[in-house]
């Protein structure tokens, strides 16, 4: 082996950065090690404990996502020991608190059996919100757990919905920390924090205050970071499964960041906005606007005919007339009082086209620089 930096992954050799973790040099190397508390860029707390790793001569398994790589480490991924620790893991999470998937009772039953659950469940609308899109239930798919093994914990916490944007769920709350961490560490808001104790442990906003009270801008962060069912958009809760929809990616059209989105569309609509991650400039964050705002898109209020001014009053209009009216009065205003008397006013609520069309029109047609954009909500 050569002499710095190397270290041997399920057999084979690896250079690493100084300074890495375990976990990121395995990732950057295509090995897989699951998470559910790690949050990329985010300081690592080994809350969850899922990404456990065998180091070679170490007395106990170590949290790859918290531990530095060292030169000459013996790492293994999924041996024995970790497989069983990591099953452990999840079936101590699916006993704990309401995870009513599929999962929860395959222990005992063949696979046949657990498939025609699945296939039952699956149509189910008792299922969890997020069924089909949880880091957990992929988990406790891939060791092929349940939630059986020890008595089920009930949450004492009720549902908070009190807001027009986030449900919180804390009966599906795995305590994972990843909410805390994207408030606090990503979006520097401070807003959610680890409140209580051991078995009554809750995440919650300064004096357990519901979110709306709360230093909370509603940016969505926390519910992007959420890896299970405890943290949802409240339009889609139960009106929309992931499988459901496509992902588009866009522009945000807010404002001039450039925030990178993937608009989730269900029938031609859009019904939830997520942030692009590992992508600038915004690797994956929002804000309130560029994640909730978008009910202006299918709203029946919209304008679908131009209309005219007339003697204080607005009449509909053809386009035909309408473009006759504003190139005339345009050019009439140009001639008298030369392009720079006109302003171009865009709007958040038209396509990243047209507003680019706009501000051409604006550039190369009139001849003015003076080319704004509202964008607010
Ligand atoms: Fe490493 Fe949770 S992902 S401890």
Redo the contacts with the bound molecule.
């Keep these: 082996m050569s002499e710095q930096h190397q270290i041997i992954i399920n057999g084979n050799e690896f250079s690493y950065e100084p300074g890495e973790t375990i976990?990121e040099t395995a990732r950057r190397n295509h090995i897989d090690i699951?998470?559910?508390?790690?949050l990329k860029g985010a300081t690592?707390?080994?809350?969850?404990?899922?990404?456990?790793v065998e180091v070679e001569g170490a007395r106990t398994l170590a949290?790859?996502?918290?531990t530095p790589a060292a030169n000459g480490m013996i790492v293994r991924t999924e041996s024995p020991k970790v497989v069983e620790a990591r099953r452990l893991i999840i079936q101590l999470m699916l006993s704990s608190g309401n995870h009513n998937c599929a999962v929860r009772g395959s222990d005992s039953k063949d696979w046949t059996q657990f498939q025609l659950d699945v296939h039952q469940a699956d149509s189910s609308s008792e299922l969890c919100p997020v069924w089909g899109d949880c880091r957990l239930q992929d988990l406790a798919y891939r060791y092929q757990v349940s939630g059986e093994r020890f008595p089920k914990t009930e949450t004492v916490y009720p549902i908070e919905s009190v807001n027009p944007f986030i449900v919180r769920d804390f009966s599906r709350c795995i305590l994972?920390g990843r909410c805390v961490q994207a408030c606090n560490e990503v979006q520097v808001n401070n807003a959610i924090h680890f409140g209580y104790r051991g078995a009554s442990t809750k995440i919650i906003a300064a004096g357990d205050r519901p979110l709306k009270d709360s230093d909370c801008v509603f940016c969505g962060e926390c519910v992007q970071a959420c890896p299970v069912g405890a943290l949802v958009e409240k339009d889609v809760r139960y009106r929309v499964r992931p499988r459901d929809t496509k992902k588009v990616r866009t522009t945000c059209g807010y404002c001039g960041v450039g925030c990178q989105m993937f608009l989730h569309v269900k029938d031609g609509k859009v019904v939830k906005v997520t942030g692009v991650e590992d992508v600038a400039p915004n690797y994956g964050s929002l804000c309130v606007k560029g994640r909730f705002g978008f009910d202006f898109i299918s709203s029946p209020e919209r304008l679908t005919v131009p209309l005219i001014k007339e003697n204080g009053k607005f009449r509909e209009a053809s386009w035909d007339e309408a473009l006759d009216l504003t190139a005339k009065k345009l050019g009439e205003i140009k001639e008298q009082h030369g392009p720079d008397s006109i302003g171009v006013l865009t709007s958040a609520r038209i396509t990243n086209e047209e507003n680019y069309i706009a501000q051409k029109f604006a550039r190369a047609v009139l001849k003015t620089n003076n080319v704004d954009h509202c964008a607010r909500l």
């Design positions: 976990l699951p998470t559910l508390c790690y690592p707390t080994g809350e969850c404990r899922i990404c456990v949290a790859s996502c918290a994972c």
